[in-house]
């Protein structure tokens, strides 16, 4: 065959790739009916989605900054004897009940239909937008939690109406909410090399107080078998996303564990309390895998799988965290996690840190306030005693907090300048707290100094919130995966000194050995506890002065060590970094100078939008016919099937006619 034969051949191949479902980057099920799968691009600032709904009605999708209706940016489309309705919407920012308020069609259409059809089971509707749109109805997508709205009927409107009231009233069952990661997420995909499968999993638990959150520790044995060295490359929830939703399951953290004769009878029980008092303390420190509600699982980058290997590890303690149901009467179901590891070992060891405030009292929030900071650091010191000399890489990491935590930021100091923010989120969602791929590793060094920083919204609660694990306290953590991993350090945490913690209540003294402990001064506090001068503090007038406080005295470095040591020379009380240049954003110039595609004077005058050579009638429907209706077409489409290619769309004639000339040609040359 010759060379040109033999590259034409290649085509074909390329060819017929490009004609069949397309290549999605990330997918979610919103329901078990709605499907949505997006990938960035394919021009810069934008992203594209695929809607996959079981439905032959319409179907609604869209952003809120809070998950509620009330100023949601939506698109509502539907397939109608062969006609694609899709229209950008808005629900008005007002009061009242807006769950029941229909979304009305936008001024401007930003978002651009590209594909739609439906078949015997599905509608498909396929679009793509900026990011920032710089319209008003519109919500940007950023780097935050994003709150996603879907919605779907059975019925369509007739004849493509835009009118209010046009649009059917769905079900309370067909229509939701769910926070989602779009633009950092994780890369969710089947490791590449020959893995082997364990489950870590904990028997039935049990029950706490009716209302009670419940932390039950089950010491588990390593994988069986388990020779020489191993990568963990992914891991997932056991239990599927229907049970999940209904377990109470919170979170599950998977720690390893220094041999000792205590773990084997652990391994031999059903689990307990991990908090029981008088009972000895397990000595398992360092985190291995983490997963929070919300999240699919976590996929390792292909260049670092986490170390497993027996002859340092034969146990690991499952921490399982679960909202228990008010009745408090039937056991829990058991959970946890399946891991995939390979004795294809990857190019770097990879592990996890813990960087924030250590959960105790000393954390303190008050209520009433709509913005309470908090800060937890890992000092110079910590990093410069256990990172190695070329640093450490970190390539994801979760932010925790708990009900009332609205933003996180891991702040990254390097010899008193402000480098860009490791990980942020200005719209955190306590039931939705996973890995974020960070886009690059970022490298950290020794004697670096990173602190999270947490900010809370105590405006609905009357009573003080105290740091703590369970839901009812308040946690501030930063888990950051990174390599290659180092062995000294596995919490690098702080908490605000005993003197400022007394500062910022107004104490002066506590009457030593005193209990309950009380106050020695100043003398109008004399002799009051210390528990009465927490709830009886004039936090309305008085806030300010404990925020200064918290925020510029002194707190505890604790460096802890996965054996449950503190690092030599790190416990004396710091202070906040001398910051000489703070980090500030660089501009990011006009992105708003960009074509827009009005539809003033709905629905007259809509305009002819050219969309990679293909032309798609108008911003509210698109000549783009219903797909095959024969069984093996609506099999393909009900598995969530594309039958185009998003990021390498060519009119379908042409590409039939190219896969035709080359087959004849390879044929005839054969």
Known sequence: MSPLVAVLCALLCWLSKSVHGARWSHSAYLSPDFRVLWSLGPGHNEITFELQVRTAGYVGFGFSRDGRMAGADMVIGWVDHGQVHFQDRHVKSSSGSAADREPEVDPSQDYQLLLGYENSTHTVLRFRRKLDTCDHHDIPITNDTMRILWAHHPKEPVGG???????????????????????????????????????????????????EGVHWCQVV??????????????????????????SGLQHITLYECLDSPQLADLAAGSGRYCHEPHSQPISCNTVMASWATGSEGFSFPPEAGYPM????????????????????????????????????????????????????WRHIIPPGQQKVVSSGHCVSECTRQAFPHQ?????????????????????????????PPIATDDNMDSDYQEYRKIDSPVKVLPGDHLITQ????????????????????????????????????????????????????????????????R?????????MTLESRLVSY????????FQDATLKGSFKPLCWTAQATLLPNTDTDSHFPNITRSYTPAPHGDQCNYRRYSTEGWPNGTPLLELDGNHIEG??????????????????????????????????????????????????NR
Request: glycine share 8%; with cysteine; charged share 20%.
């Open 519 to 527: 106050i020695a001064a100043p003398p109008e506090l004399a002799g």
């Open 161 to 211: 109406a835009v009118a209010p009231g046009s649009l059917s009233q769905h079900d309370p069952q067909h229509r939701g909410a769910r926070p989602l990661f779009l633009l950092q997420r994780a890369d969710i995909r089947p490791p590449e090399e020959n893995v082997k499968v364990w489950e870590a999993k904990s028997g039935e638990v049990k029950q706490g107080a009716p209302g």
């Open 391 to 419: 640093g450490i890489n970190v390539f994801a990491v979760v932010m925790k907090t708990h009900k009332i935590g609205k933003q996180v930021t891991l702040r990254h100091i390097r010899n008193g300048v402000e480098l």
């Open 619 to 668: 911003a509210t429907r698109s000549k783009v016919s219903r797909s095959s209706s024969s069984p093996a077409a609506a099999a393909e489409e009900s598995l969530g099937l594309s039958r185009y290619n998003s990021a390498r769309r060519r009119d379908v004639a042409s590409a039939t006619v190219a896969l035709l000339s080359v087959f004849l040609l390879c044929w005839f």
């Open 309 to 360: 290997d027996e002859l340092s590890s034969r146990y690991y303690l499952l921490e399982t965290h679960y909202n228990a149901p008010t009745d408090g009467s039937s056991p829990m179901p058991g959970a946890g996690l399946r891991l995939y590891y390979t004795q294809d070992l990857r190019r770097h060891d990879a592990a996890v840190i813990s960087i924030g405030m250590d959960p105790n």
């Open 221 to 246: 044995r390593g994988p069986h078998g388990l020779k020489g060295k191993h990568h963990l490359v992914r891991y997932e929830p056991l239990l599927s996303p229907q049970h999940l939703s209904t």
């Open 538 to 545: 004039d936090w309305d007038n008085q806030f300010h002065e």
């Open 454 to 517: 947490c900010t809370y919204n105590s405006s609905a609660r009357s009573a003080i919130t105290l740091g703590g694990l369970s839901n009812r306290e308040e946690t501030c953590l930063a888990l950051g995966l990174y390599y290659p991993r180092q062995r000294t350090l596995a919490a690098c945490h702080s908490l605000p000194s005993l003197p400022t913690v007394l500062h910022s209540l107004g104490i002066q003294e506590l009457n030593p050995g005193s209990n309950p402990v």
